[in-house]
């Protein structure tokens, strides 16, 4: 839409219902529904278009849901196959292990396969016990970063823990360390919902404040590094493990109360796009509902995007919020964060990493899970982990 010619067209139009070339300048969708709300109220067309105008609307192509769908499907049913090997047991990969390959660079999860495959043979650690271990590992990478209870909304009201310097390895202060980077967030985003607009937002956290403060990373570093790779796991560490940016402004988003807790419980996510000096963009998009729980046993043989209510993986979630201009949030629209200090920025590390992890907790289930929806014990987890940090990398966890 070019805001400049619509804004000349108001201003010059002495009779707004002759809409013909407005609607020349809008996106087809957006055209829609200005027709929708002039024939509801003709004579609101002038705020129709001044509220366009006021909150220039912007849209790039989506992917779909689940891009490469039939190999992606046919990668968890070779991992299935190679948890049942040679012996044919009734083993089943879960709900967890299929958001991954789902979300997962395909060239990664191969690579895994592999390995895998090859790792030594031992009566401990055959491909099954490999493969049992990643996918108890996976529902606790994806629980740690949706903890019970959800993201906090805003910093505690006493001032965190400092970190020595010397741990973190950043660049920051000692003062700006502990410094509340949910209020400097509110302050960059002019105290509005970067999405709605509306004032007195919440700081919403890229990254949970409940496993950045208790530095429960084990799990989600075994995971990304055997779905992404060691570089682009140690990218994202180096962000979600230095406390100098997780309790900073770059670990923060300004959104109103309910798209916070939607954001919190994987309803949407947001894809970041490219970044300059000062500014960040973002693409949203809306997640969708699954029946499955993360626990969920996959039957690799039957219709697997069936089980997980995907038959339809072309398709994104339905459009939950409005923007300040009436018209809905669509998923595909794109949204400018601006900062004067670059280091004010939202981190486009985080960003990435929160775009695959809310796919996966959706497609899973992982959001809305209980307690009971785990029920592995710890003690299982770590001696889960430990066996595959000796398979992939011949060491145990760290």
């Not at 209020?183 to 919440?202: L, Y």
């Not at 790779?229 to 180096?238: I, L, Q």
């Not at 419980?265 to 729980?293: C, G, M, S």
Request: proline share 7%; charged share 20%.
């Amino acid at each position: 839409m070019e805001h400049s010619k619509l804004v000349n067209v108001m201003a010059t139009r002495t009779n707004p219902t002759d809409r013909a070339e407005v609607l020349a300048l809008l996106e087809p969708d957006l055209a829609d529904q200005f027709l929708r709300a002039v024939n509801v109220n003709p004579n609101g067309v002038h705020y129709t278009l001044d509220a366009l105008a006021s909150d220039p609307i912007a849209m790039e192509p989506v992917t779909e849901y689940i891009t490469d769908v039939d190999e992606r499907c046919s990668l968890f049913r070779e991992l299935e196959q190679l948890l049942q090997e040679p012996d044919h047991l009734p083993l089943r990969l879960n709900a967890t292990m299929l958001g991954f390959v789902m979300v997962a660079p395909i060239p990664k999860i191969k690579e895994s396969i592999s390995v895998i495959r090859s790792a030594p043979i031992s009566s401990a650690n055959t491909p099954q016990c490999r493969l049992i271990g990643v996918n108890t590992v996976a529902l606790f990478a994806v629980r740690s970063y949706l903890p019970k209870g959800g993201r906090q909304a805003d910093p505690p009201a006493t001032p965190p823990m400092a970190v020595p310097i010397s741990i973190l390895g950043a660049p920051h202060s000692a003062r700006n360390v502990i410094r509340h980077g949910g209020e400097a967030a509110k302050i960059r985003d002019g105290h509005v919902c970067v999405f709605v607009g509306t004032s007195d937002p919440a700081a919403a956290h890229i990254f949970p404040f409940a496993t950045s403060a208790k530095r429960d990373f084990n799990h989600l570093n075994q995971l990304l590094q055997m779905f992404w790779g060691s570089d682009k796991t140690m990218a994202w560490r180096r962000h979600y493990e230095n406390a100098g940016i997780t309790q900073s402004a770059q670990n923060y988003i300004s959104m109103n109360h309910q798209l916070h807790y939607w954001f919190d419980n994987a309803r949407f996510a947001l894809r970041p796009l490219r970044q300059t000096r000062n500014e960040i963009v973002v693409q949203f998009h809306w997640l969708r509902k699954t029946p499955l729980k993360p626990r969920t046993d996959i039957m690799g043989e039957q219709d697997i995007l069936g089980q997980a209510g995907l038959t339809d993986h072309q398709s994104w979630g339905v459009n939950l919020a409005h923007r300040r201009s009436g018209f809905p949030i669509q998923t595909g629209q794109t949204f400018i964060i601006r900062a004067e200090n670059p280091e004010d920025l939202p981190s486009f590390e985080l960003l990435d990493l929160q775009w695959n992890l809310l796919r996966v907790a959706a497609i899973s289930g992982a959001a809305e899970a209980t307690d009971e929806d785990y029920e592995t014990d710890d003690d299982e987890a770590e001696a889960a982990l430990d066996l595959w940090s000796q398979t992939m990398y011949g060491r145990r966890s760290l």
